[in-house]
């Protein structure tokens, strides 16, 4: 199925171009929405969202080439509508499940710690990194996806790079990607 | 995927999300999706019925209540009317900015408990469309002060998000809103209904219906340029100078940071940055712009309008760039030549500006600027 079949597909609201949708987009989908809701049954549903969300509202997508960024879009307002929902639940006491650190290596402690620092940002800046950093948009489209304007874009990520850069030098990860980084400029 | 723009840093911030890609297990399988389809369209059918019969419910209800309108100065501004569910009063206040259509309106609700609201509604420039439509609101409910924020989303519509006061999270849910964005001479408009204004018991928790609509009134010239600044107005590569406006005169031109881009119709220029540590540059100045305590300070380019600006501070002496303590907001300074900017406190500064900027010749700066600043 070509990008163009796809997106005619999504305006007259066949359920056939969802398999093509899910190969395509599911993985980045499921990503971004992870890394804004971490966690990985919320992430799927997010997916299952925002591709159910995109078949019902297709007719409304006029330029197919902002297909990718559409999902994307989709995908990062229902995440963040779901962390709104989860944040009391989450407050009453259940933590995420945390591997042993002696179970891990290196590789897997600067993973975790960058996990957490991205974890311990709020979550539209962990949505405007994601989408910046992950899924590879520009400032523009990042603003897009949010709602915002691109300098408020520019200050989340400057924030957001900042505190995680903080948080990675006092956990003392001197592997870790930024805080190491930091140590060196 | 390389892209050039990224730092060395953020590169690797890159590599690190994408590896979270492949610890990831795709559930999801495409029967799943037709299946829950299916389900999605009955359960929405079901739901049409029911708000039909509601709708002829609140009809029947609300149609006595309606939002009052007064007009500004003559202005073709601000709020004006649609019905309401539960005692609603609106009071707009004078128009505030040179060809400005803006004003503030006051919500008074009765039931089911008593609140007060203002907001702010209005029009004002953007460097690629002159008017746009810009609201912020504040709600108080007994010791609660949630902030709603209106802003535009391509489409061109309004999206209205309720926030904590630092603006960063969310609370309570937005309720179903219709919306149009205002553009030259033309209006715009927000209608919602079944707005939850606080995050407690939805059983007593305001709820408010209605519409705002405004008219944003032509726009002659895109605002307030700059005044009159001293003779370096631009930097070698043709970047417009920051000056720092000390007790109304220019008295240093700022460091030209970036990233910038720089549009005008001869032409376009853009840098990106080798490092994202804005305060680094900094420690290569020699002497630090003196000011004294109380000073009124702002910051100005010459010939150009500001449009949009941050401007935050870091005490050089800590680890710079960890604490910014904000000196101007990002939406306040609109059709402003000359942009104030709050003090500092007593101490040395790393001072960071993040703004936009226009001229009427269609010429756009995005740019961002530091400076060193001991207030002594």
Redesign the interface.
């Given at each position: 199925m070509t990008a163009s079949t796809t997106v005619q597909g999504l305006r007259e609201h066949r359920?056939d171009v969802?398999?093509d949708l899910?190969t395509r987009f599911?993985?980045?989908i499921?990503?971004v929405a992870?890394?804004i809701v971490r966690d990985?049954g919320d992430?799927?549903e997010v997916?299952?969202d925002t591709?159910?969300t995109a078949?019902?509202r297709g007719h409304q997508l006029r330029d197919e080439t902002a297909l990718r960024a559409w999902l994307l879009r989709i995908a990062t307002n229902r995440a963040?509508g779901m962390?709104?929902r989860s944040v009391r639940l989450l407050q009453l006491g259940s933590l995420p499940e945390t591997a042993s650190p002696d179970a891990m290596d290196t590789e897997s402690l600067?993973?975790a710690a960058?996990?957490d620092a991205?974890g311990s940002l709020?979550?539209?800046?962990r949505a405007a990194?994601?989408l910046r950093?992950?899924a590879?948009l520009n400032v523009d489209e990042v603003a897009?996806a949010l709602?915002?304007?691109?300098?408020?874009v520019?200050?989340q990520l400057?924030?957001g790079?900042?505190r995680?850069r903080?948080q990675l030098r006092d956990g003392g990860s001197e592997a870790a990607?930024?805080g190491a980084?930091?140590n060196h400029? | 995927m390389s892209d050039p723009i990224l730092t060395r840093e953020e590169r690797r911030l890159r590599d690190a999300l994408h590896a979270e890609e492949d610890v990831l297990p795709l559930g999801l399988v495409p029967e799943d999706l037709v299946r829950r389809w299916g389900k999605r369209r009955r359960t929405r059918m079901v739901r049409r019925v029911q708000l039909v019969v509601v709708l002829a419910l609140v009809a029947v209800v609300a149609s006595g209540a309606a939002w009052s309108i007064v007009a500004l100065h003559g202005q073709p501004l601000a709020v004006s009317s649609a019905s309401i569910a539960g005692g609603v009063s609106v009071t707009p206040s004078p128009v505030t900015g040179p060809g400005m259509s803006s004003g503030q309106a006051t919500l008074s609700l009765t039931q089911p408990e008593s609140a007060t609201s203002s907001f702010g509604v209005g029009c004002s420039w953007s460097p690629t469309g002159h008017v746009v439509g810009l609201a912020i609101g504040k709600q108080v409910i007994g010791n609660d002060y949630p902030f709603i924020r209106w802003s535009l989303t391509p489409g061109p519509k309004y999206e209205i998000e309720l926030v904590e006061p630092d603006q960063t999270s969310f609370i309570g849910a937005a309720g179903n809103y219709a919306s149009q964005a205002a553009a030259d001479g033309h209006t715009g408009s927000i209608t919602f209904t079944n707005l939850v204004l606080n995050s407690g018991d939805p059983s007593t928790a305001p709820r408010r219906s209605g519409t705002f609509s405004w008219t944003c009134e032509q726009a002659a010239s895109l605002g307030n340029p700059a005044p009159s600044l001293p003779s370096l107005g631009v930097d070698e590569e043709g970047v417009p100078a920051l000056w720092i406006i000390e007790n109304g005169v220019p008295v240093r031109a700022a460091f030209t940071s970036c990233p910038v881009e720089l549009t005008t119709p001869a032409g376009s220029f853009a840098e990106r940055c080798a490092t994202s540590n804005w305060w680094e540059p900094l420690a290569l100045l020699k002497s630090a712009l003196a000011v004294p305590p109380g000073a009124s300070l702002a910051f100005a380019i010459d010939g150009w309008t500001i449009t949009s600006a941050q401007v935050v501070a870091s005490l050089s002496t800590s680890t710079p760039g960890s604490v910014d303590n904000p000196l101007q907001d990002l939406h306040a300074v609109l059709g402003n030549g000359a942009v104030p900017f709050s003090t500092p406190a007593t101490g040395s500064w790393y001072v960071h500006f993040t703004l936009e900027a226009a001229t009427d010749a269609g010429s756009t700066l995005d740019a961002e600027y530091s400076d060193w600043i001991t207030i002594a």
């Open positions: 359920p969802l398999a899910l599911g993985r980045e499921q990503t992870y890394l990985t992430a799927d997916l299952a591709l159910l078949l019902e963040l962390r709104r600067d993973r960058l996990k991205l709020p979550p539209r800046i990194i994601a950093y992950y590879d897009a709602g915002t304007s691109r300098n408020t520019k200050t400057r924030i790079l900042d995680m903080d990607a930024l980084e930091v400029v | -």
